[in-house]
């Protein structure tokens, strides 16, 4: 059973809505990840925190913005959604020991 | 700049028909190659972490080899439930934290 978990799982949502994707994770790790996945392609990290109140962005461009005011806590909020955001997202969270830990993902599509 | 590759793209194996997939990399001052198994609709599920070339693990039917530039990770009399796809990551000391995913190898086990 994961210990990270992202909600919504599923999302349709129409062009120019704001949307916030929940992740949480309940092991106490410090560093935190938000990744976009398609399909054939290699994960590409968006957004990333290595503790409270500290987050950086990724090497993929994104209309997107995170936020750390809890440790457990890493939402991914989209000011205006877009086609070219339909994708999957992934939250990982692990520390400098260990590997990273996966949510389940959230799979966004904007019409 | 750090990099992953794997092949095959997509392997179709006959139940208990043993092979490889290979995992290439480039970076610079290797902290950890990574594999991950990912099903469909879920997140990537850890697998192994290697730390230095000569290094192996292993678990159930799978046994994951590292050399200084490229990872295997073996599958022995695979098994219907072994179909996945099956990502490689790196994390570079000159990177800090960031790890680099390749962009996966897709194995069906057909019974």
């Known amino acids: 059973e994961a210990d990270i978990y992202q909600t919504p799982r599923y999302l349709v949502i129409g062009t120019g809505k704001k949307i916030t994707l929940e992740c949480s994770q309940t092991?106490?790790?410090?560093?935190m990840y938000w990744y976009q996945q398609d399909p054939g392609m290699e994960l590409h990290l968006i957004h990333y925190?290595?503790?409270?109140?500290?987050?950086e962005k990724g090497d993929l461009s994104s209309e997107s913005t995170v936020s750390r005011i809890r440790t457990e806590h890493f939402p991914l909020t989209l000011e205006s959604a877009r086609p070219s955001h339909t994708s999957q997202y992934l939250c990982?969270?692990?520390?400098?020991?260990?590997?990273?830990?996966f949510g389940n993902g959230t799979r966004l599509t904007v019409t | 700049e750090d990099q992953v590759t794997q092949s095959p793209e997509a392997l179709r194996l006959q139940e208990g028909e043993s092979s490889s997939l290979n995992c290439s990399y480039t970076?610079?001052?290797?902290?950890?190659l990574f594999w991950y198994r990912q099903d469909p609709g879920k997140g990537p599920e850890f697998l192994f972490t290697?730390?230095?070339a000569g290094e192996e693990k292993e678990k159930e039917r799978l046994k994951a080899t590292l050399t200084k530039k490229e990872s295997f990770l073996h599958i022995t009399a695979p098994k219907p439930e072994d179909s996945a796809t099956y990502l490689c990551a790196v994390q570079g000391s000159n990177t800090g934290n960031q790890f680099y995913f390749g962009t996966g190898t897709s194995l069906t086990v057909i019974p």
């Open positions: 925190s290595y503790g409270v109140n500290s987050t």
């Open positions: 990982a969270s692990g520390t400098s020991h260990l590997p990273l830990h």
């Open positions: 970076v610079s001052g290797l902290r950890g």
């Open positions: 290697l730390y230095s």
């Open positions: 092991m106490g790790h410090d560093k």
